[in-house]
């Protein structure tokens, strides 16, 4: 079974850019979730998906973060504009459904705003 | 207060001793708990989940929830240097967020 695949794995970009990070689940996993985890932190959702319908977006920076999924699959988190404190590892994860606890995350993408 | 409190260590000890990990939480609502694995540069991996309160063991890893006093601990028996990482606990309420702690840097010494 192919694993939640996220690129790129690197980005480097200056404040005030816009970067995008798109990202793959598991196939038939209903639930993609986006967290950001900042150094020395616990990952922290920004947004969950339950096919292409938004669940909780609370904690999503809406003024500067956006996110979709296309037709209930892959999704793409943008930054516009990026600052400083952006800076971080954005990890998209999957699973089968919202009231599941196994969460299958991707190896992240690392941001780092200069 | 944080909903779900970690140790960040880091925590440093010799092959073959026995790990406790440990987190505290605030909520007191029905929920289950989740152990995770991160290794360097990777994304976290489950290792254990448990509910409300008891114990839970899968070979060398037991997961103990003792909800009087809303702790949560993760023993490692045997400890080998592959088990060298940051555990994060979580806590979900049977709803649609997970929350993370800070997670714990366990370092296995050869």
């Known amino acids: 079974e192919a694993g939640v695949a996220q690129s790129p794995r690197y980005k480097i970009i200056e404040k005030r850019q816009s970067v995008a990070f798109w990202c793959n689940p598991i196939s038939g996993h209903a639930t993609l979730y986006w967290y950001q985890q900042i150094l020395g932190q616990g990952p922290k959702l920004l947004i969950q998906?339950?096919?292409?319908?938004?669940?909780?977006d609370s904690q999503l920076p809406k003024d500067r973060f956006s996110a979709e999924r296309l037709k209930g699959v892959d999704s793409t988190l943008k930054i516009q504009p990026a600052k400083l404190e952006d800076s971080a590892v954005y990890l998209c994860a999957s699973s089968l459904g919202s009231g599941t606890y196994e969460q299958y995350f991707g190896p992240g993408t690392r941001l780092t705003v200069t | 207060q944080k909903e779900v409190e970690q140790d960040p260590g880091p925590l440093s000890v010799p092959e073959g001793a026995i790990v406790s990990l440990n987190c505290t939480y605030s909520n007191s609502a029905f929920q289950y708990f989740m152990w995770y694995r991160q290794y360097s540069r990777k994304g976290p991996e489950l290792l254990m989940y448990?509910?409300?309160?008891g114990n839970k063991e899968d070979g060398r890893f037991t997961a103990q929830v003792d909800k009087s006093s809303k702790y949560i601990s993760l023993f490692i028996r045997d400890s080998q240097p592959s088990d060298s990482a940051t555990y994060l606990c979580?806590?979900?309420?049977?709803?649609?967020?997970?929350?993370f702690g800070a997670g714990t840097r366990l370092f296995v010494k050869a």
């Open positions: 448990t509910y409300s309160s």
């Open positions: 979580a806590r979900n309420t049977g709803g649609f967020k997970t929350i």
């Open positions: 998906f339950q096919n292409n319908g938004v669940v909780d």
